[in-house]
């Protein structure tokens, strides 16, 4: 049964950077598309950010290309979420996915995920 744990959140003002990690373990999830989605306050969880099983291609959220970046390390069975020029409504939990899907997944369409962690942007 894989897990996957996500790491790096934390507090920080606006303008500034945060790297989340999501970290798996009990299965190799190189043959899985991985995924960053983010839930704020009374609102769905959103896509952000994805990455195909191999990294040779990702695809963002338009609210947050060009300031973030995704990037997996197969070796390492970790995938990593860069984030730039933080703003106040990056607020969230920010969850990591594993999917099957080659297009843009939705939450449904996702087979594991992580517990999350919170990203606070302070204006």
């Known amino acids: 049964q894989g897990q996957l744990r996500e790491s790096g959140g934390g507090l920080v003002q606006a303008g500034g950077s945060l790297r989340l990690s999501c970290a798996a373990s009990g299965r190799t999830f190189s043959s899985y598309a991985m995924a960053w989605f983010r839930q704020a306050p009374g609102k769905e969880r959103g896509f952000v950010a994805g990455i195909s099983p191999f990294g040779g291609s990702t695809n963002y959220a338009d609210s947050v290309k060009g300031r973030f970046t995704i990037s997996r390390d197969n070796a390492e069975n970790t995938v990593y979420l860069q984030m730039n020029s933080l703003k106040p409504e990056d607020t969230a939990v920010y969850y990591c996915?594993?999917?099957?899907?080659?297009?843009?997944?939705?939450?449904?369409?996702?087979?594991?995920w992580g517990q999350g962690t919170q990203v606070t942007v302070s204006s």
């Open positions: 996915a594993a999917h099957r899907l080659l297009e843009r997944p939705r939450p449904n369409d996702c087979d594991y």
